[in-house]
C-alpha cells in the first residue's frame, strides 16, 4: 500500500469511531455530572469576571469534595503534563450582539482540552473549559459555548457506541456499502445534535473530504466505466472538493489515482490509446506524452534486463567453462549490459 493509499484509509478511519469507544466509560460515567446541576455550582463558587481584583486572585489548592470550578481563572492553572508547554489550540469568538459564533476553531478547542480526558476528570476538563470559555467571551456567548460543548461532549459519546458494533472490523476490510452506512448513521447522528450552522462549522470539510472518499470508491469499483470514464469521473470529483481541501491535495494523491486508473486499464486488457485517454483525463496532454516516454524507458529496461538474464542463465549452464572462466565471462557480461 502506498503512502497516498494509507493516508485515504487514514480518511476512512473517521467512519469507523474506535478511538471514542475507549472513552466511552469515561463519558457515561460523567458526562451527568459535569452537565447535572454544573451552572448553578459554578455560578455559585466562580469568581466574577468584572469583580475588583479578579486576574489577581490566587489559584487556590483543591480541598477534599471542594468544586474544581472555582479553582481556574483562565482554565490554564495547573494544567496536566499533556498540555505543559502547549499553546491553546483553537478559539472562540463572538458576534457583534455578544453571541457565539461556532467555526472549526472553537471544535479545535473542545478537543485541545478533552484531549486531556483520563488524566483528569471530566467534569474537571469541563471546568477549565468553562473558565476559559467565560475569560474570552461575554456571558451570553460562554453560556452559549458550553451548551454546545454538552452536546458535542452526548455526540461522541453516541459516536463511540456506534463504533462498538464495528470493533471487529477495520475499515481496510469494509465494503464500500458498510462504509457508506456509516457515513449516514454519523450525519444522522450531527443532525440531532447540532444545528445546521454548528454542523456545518464543526463537521462540514470532514463530510465533504469523506464523500469525496466514498464517492472515488465507488467509481474505482464501477466495472461499467471504461478507464477514461473512471479518469473523468475522478477529475471532477476532485474539482468538486471545497478550495481548502483542493488545495490540500498531493502529487501523491495525483499519482494515486493514476496507478488506480491504470491497474484498471490493466485488468480490463485496454488498448495503448484507452490508457492515453485516461491519463489526459486526469493530468493533461502533456503529462500523458511523459508517461507515455516513461512507459517505453521502462520497457526497454525491461527487455535489457530479460537480456542479461538469458545470457547469464546461459553461462552458468555451460559445463564446458572453469569456475575461474564462469566468473570472468559473468563480469564481463555485466560490463556490457549495464553501466557503472
Not at 503512502?3 to 485515504?8: E, H, K, Q, Y
Amino acid at each position: 500500500m502506498g503512502a497516498s493509499s494509507t493516508v485515504r484509509l487514514a480518511r476512512l478511519q473517521r467512519l469507523w469511531p474506535i478511538g471514542w469507544v475507549l472513552v466511552g466509560g469515561v463519558l457515561s460515567a460523567a458526562l451527568w455530572i459535569a452537565s447535572a446541576g454544573f451552572d448553578q455550582r459554578a455560578e455559585a463558587g466562580a469568581p466574577k469576571e468584572d469583580g475588583p481584583g479578579f486576574w489577581a486572585r490566587p489559584v487556590r489548592t483543591p480541598s477534599a469534595g471542594a468544586s474544581t470550578a472555582s479553582l481556574f481563572a483562565t482554565g490554564l492553572e495547573q494544567l496536566p503534563r499533556s498540555l505543559e508547554g502547549t499553546d491553546v489550540d483553537g478559539g472562540a469568538e463572538a458576534d457583534a450582539a455578544g453571541h457565539l459564533k461556532p467555526d472549526f476553531a472553537l471544535r479545535r478547542l473542545f478537543d485541545y482540552f478533552l484531549s486531556t480526558v483520563g488524566e483528569e476528570p471530566l467534569p474537571r476538563v469541563r471546568d477549565r473549559l468553562q473558565a476559559w470559555l467565560r475569560s474570552k467571551l461575554p456571558p451570553p456567548a460562554a453560556r452559549e459555548a458550553m451548551n454546545l460543548l454538552d452536546r458535542y461532549l452526548a455526540y461522541q459519546q453516541a459516536r463511540g457506541e456506534l463504533g462498538q458494533g464495528a470493533a471487529g472490523s477495520g475499515a481496510a476490510e469494509a465494503a464500500p456499502e458498510l462504509l457508506q452506512q456509516r457515513f449516514d448513521a454519523l450525519r444522522v447522528l450531527r443532525q440531532q445534535h447540532f444545528s445546521p450552522a454548528e454542523a456545518a462549522a464543526f463537521f462540514g470539510d470532514e463530510e465533504a473530504e469523506d464523500r469525496y472518499t466514498l464517492q472515488r470508491l465507488a467509481v474505482l469499483r464501477d466495472a461499467t466505466l471504461s478507464p477514461a470514464d473512471k479518469a473523468q469521473r475522478l477529475k471532477q470529483l476532485a474539482a468538486s472538493l471545497p478550495p481548502a481541501l483542493q488545495a490540500a491535495m498531493t502529487v501523491e494523491d495525483k499519482v494515486d489515482d493514476l496507478n488506480a486508473v491504470t491497474q484498471a486499464w490493466r485488468e480490463k486488457g485496454g488498448t495503448p490509446q484507452e490508457l492515453r485517454e485516461a491519463r489526459v483525463q486526469l493530468v493533461g496532454a502533456e503529462a500523458a506524452d511523459r508517461l507515455e516516454a516513461l512507459d517505453q524507458r521502462r520497457a526497454q529496461w525491461g527487455q535489457r534486463l530479460e537480456a542479461y538474464r538469458a545470457r547469464r542463465a546461459a553461462l552458468q549452464a555451460d559445463a564446458s567453462l572453469s569456475p575461474q572462466q564462469r566468473e570472468q565471462a559473468l563480469a564481463q557480461l555485466r560490463g556490457e549490459s549495464f553501466t557503472q
